[in-house]
Each structure stands twice: as structure tokens, then as C-alpha cells.
């Protein structure tokens, strides 16, 4: 039987649940050509949001096209600016000929050619023979608007894990060209969405970045837990099982509302479930999960510093004020510069999150496991 519950793929439009505020938002913005850079942790559902979205407008708007970017393991700009030149180009027509001529059009001195895989997918292969010099890059990056323009149509270009890019050797001088070619477009909007959230926000909020103001940043939340229950308890009802609004409950508090994990532990306790779910099933799969991830939270461990696994304790126990002496005394946090390079590097190494005027995990089976080993 197909399991109805999904992790790690995006989800697809039946086991969608719920985001009505969040996919309007995100429609009306990029369709009136405000750019929208959506900043989440890792898992929350970002993906499969800007696709379910993007979907959902190119259905309701046929002069839509939607092309996406993964930035994820963009290893160099050339790449990037093939991946980029590539989907934009698919985008905007549906047969292989119209997109050999786009390119032919479009791009003077580009060899298309087209790539078949396994007799299965095609691939547009564009041999972008480029030595980095600036026009050429320049006009890639125009692309989305002339052909826009050409073809009367409104392109949204959507880069995944966007902050990627900014590692790139050559980030400085791209970062510039993006902004100035991108700003002008008026047929374009962009998307931009990633996990890293201090990186996005050095890339988008900071003044003396030229991405500065470049458009709506959205800060995606948490599907709230009263969403996630009448999901898992009609996703049990129709494969012919039974489980209680509180044992969902149970599931969505256990693991925060984080959608990964929802989704994860209720397959797990769907697959152990013949009829109905009983709570030592819960328990015994809880364990299921924790086990499962283990291997993760172990090497993500490995290298953390006697102090930083402190500090970690410290934030286990509810502590805030990680420069109380009182608290530095108990876990052993170290010497102040110790305590602050220890925050930084937690936090950008998405361990935990800043709050408020508190730190929390960013992962609640990690925190869970954590507790387990450390505590
Ligand atoms: N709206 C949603 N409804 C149901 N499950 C979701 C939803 N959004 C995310 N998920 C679950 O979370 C997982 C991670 O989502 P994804 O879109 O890849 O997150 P992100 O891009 O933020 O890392 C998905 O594989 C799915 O299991
Ligand atoms: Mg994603």
C-alpha cells in the first residue's frame, strides 16, 4: 500500500497540507514582480511550498513561466550560469526545436545540444564557452527579460539554497552583476529561498550589500499542530487504520511541528500499525526515529569542542543568558571570547537558533537525542 505520508521528495499536491496564507502571499508577490527571498530552517517545507505555489500560479495565469534553480551544489559560476541560462530557456518554450532557436537567438556563439538520459529525460546542454568575460555574463543574466519580452510572457526565476552561491570564489563580482542586470527587469520576478538563515539575511539585509532591499523577505513558520491533525488522522482513516486526534497531537508536539519529522515519524507509525495505533507503538517508533537519525547526529557531533558540547548542555536545561556567571560556572561555557565564537559557530552550523531573547535547537529529535547522550 502507498504509504501517504512523504519525506524527502517535495510533496506533492494531495499531501500538501495547508500554507493557504503563505501560497497566496507568495503568488500575489511574484506575480505583481516584487522578488521574494522566503528564509526557513532546513525541512520546514520551503521547496515544496515554492512548488506547490508556483504550480498553482502557472495554472491560474497562462502567460506564467516558472523556472527553478537548484544553487545547492553549484560548485562554480559557470555552472551556475549554464543551470541558470538552461532553465530559463526551457521555461519559456515547451518543444525541443523552439528552445534550439531560442538559444541560437539569444545566445550568440552558445552550441545547444540536447542530452538524453537513460531514454528517459532530455536535457538542454548549452556549451557556454565562458572565460568570465563580463558581457557574456551580463547577457546570460538578461536573458529571462528578453526573452520575456520576445515572447510576451512573465518569467519568476526560483533559486533553491540560494546563500550557496555565495560561496563561490567569484561571489563578489557575480553578486554585483546579478543586482544591477536584475534590478531593471520588468517582465522577471526572482525567488530566492534558503536554510541558512544568517547567511540570507547577511545577503539580503544588510546595507552595504548589493542585494540590499532587492525585494520581500518572507520568514516562513511552522505549520501550526492544528493543521497537522485532521492530515494524519485522515491519512490513517483512508489506508483503512485508525489513530486519535491526541496520539496526532502527541506526534506533531514530540517533534515540534517540524514537517520533516511529522511526516517521518508518522510513516513510521503507520507502517507498525495494522489497525489502530496504540501508544506503545508511539513509543516504540519514537525510538525507530531517533535510531534512524542517529548516524547524522553522531557525525555532526564528532567535531564539536568540549565547551561547545557545554554550551549545548547549558541550552538543553533552558538557559538564556549564556554569559551569566552563574551559568558559565555550572557547564563550564569558558572565556567570554570562547562563549561568543561558541554562539557563532552553533548557530551557523545550524545546531541552534537565536529566539528572541533565547537559543533552541533547530532540530527537535536532535535535541531529544541529545538529551539522551548528554544529559
Ligand atoms: N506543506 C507541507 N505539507 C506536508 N508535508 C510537508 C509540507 N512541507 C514540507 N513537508 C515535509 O517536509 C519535508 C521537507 O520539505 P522541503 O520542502 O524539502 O523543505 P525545505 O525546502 O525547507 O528544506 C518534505 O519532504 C515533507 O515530508
Ligand atoms: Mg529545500
Redesign the pocket.
Known amino acids: 500500500m502507498k504509504s501517504p505520508?512523504?519525506?524527502?521528495?517535495?510533496?506533492d499536491k494531495e499531501?500538501?497540507?495547508?500554507?493557504v496564507e503563505d501560497r497566496r502571499q507568495l503568488k500575489d508577490f511574484l506575480s505583481a514582480g516584487i522578488n521574494v527571498m522566503l528564509i526557513?530552517?532546513?525541512?520546514?517545507?520551503?521547496?515544496?511550498?515554492v512548488k506547490?505555489a508556483m504550480n498553482e500560479l502557472t495554472e491560474e495565469n497562462k502567460r506564467m513561466r516558472i523556472c527553478f534553480i537548484d544553487a545547492f551544489s553549484v560548485k562554480t559560476e559557470a555552472e551556475f550560469l549554464q543551470s541558470f541560462a538552461r532553465e530559463v530557456i526551457s521555461c519559456a518554450s515547451s518543444t525541443w526545436e523552439k528552445r534550439l532557436e531560442d538559444v541560437k537567438h539569444f545566445l550568440t556563439g552558445v552550441t545547444p545540444s540536447i542530452t538524453i538520459k537513460d531514454n528517459m529525460s532530455e536535457t538542454l546542454s548549452l556549451d557556454l564557452k565562458l572565460g568570465f568575460e563580463e558581457r557574456q555574463v551580463m547577457d546570460i543574466l538578461a536573458l529571462p527579460e528578453r526573452i520575456a519580452e520576445a515572447k510576451k510572457i512573465h518569467i519568476i526565476v526560483c533559486i533553491?539554497e540560494f546563500q550557496q552561491l555565495a560561496l563561490l570564489p567569484s561571489y563578489q563580482s557575480l553578486e554585483g552583476k546579478m543586482r544591477s542586470v536584475w534590478q531593471t527587469q520588468q517582465r522577471v520576478s526572482y525567488c530566492f529561498?534558503g536554510?541558512k538563515r544568517h547567511m540570507m539575511l547577511d545577503i539580503f539585509n544588510k546595507a552595504s550589500n548589493p542585494f540590499y532591499r532587492f525585494g520581500q523577505v518572507l520568514f516562513?513558520q511552522k505549520?501550526a499542530k492544528e493543521e497537522w491533525i485532521p492530515?494524519i488522522v485522515h491519512s490513517f482513516r483512508k489506508t483503512g487504520k485508525e489513530i486519535t486526534e491526541e496520539q496526532a497531537g502527541y506526534i506533531c508536539e514530540t517533534v515540534k511541528c517540524h514537517?520533516?519529522y511529522?511526516?517521518?515519524y508518522s510513516f513510521f507509525v503507520w507502517t507498525a500499525t495494522s489497525t489502530s495505533v496504540s501508544d506503545e507503538i508511539l513509543k516504540r517508533q519514537l525510538c525507530m526515529l531517533i535510531d534512524t537519525n542517529m548516524p547524522m547526529f553522531m557525525s555532526d557531533t564528532e567535531n564539536l569542542t568540549a565547551s561547545q558540547v557545554a554550551m549545548l548542555r547549558a541550552i538543553t536545561d533552558g538557559k538564556s543568558q549564556l554569559n551569566a556567571e552563574a551559568v558559565v560556572t555550572k557547564y563550564g561555557l569558558g572565556n567570554p571570547q570562547t562563549i561568543t565564537r561558541n554562539k557563532r559557530i552553533l548557530i551557523e552550523r545550524d545546531f541552534v537558533e537565536k529566539q528572541e531573547d533565547a537559543f533552541a535547537f533547530t532540530d527537535p529529535i536532535f535535541e531529544i537525542w541529545f538529551r539522551e547522550q548528554y544529559m
Open positions: 505520508f512523504q519525506y524527502g521528495t517535495l510533496v499531501s500538501f497540507v495547508n500554507r526557513s530552517p532546513r525541512r520546514w517545507g520551503k521547496s515544496s511550498l506547490v533553491d529561498y536554510s516562513m505549520i492530515f514537517s520533516w511529522v511526516q517521518q
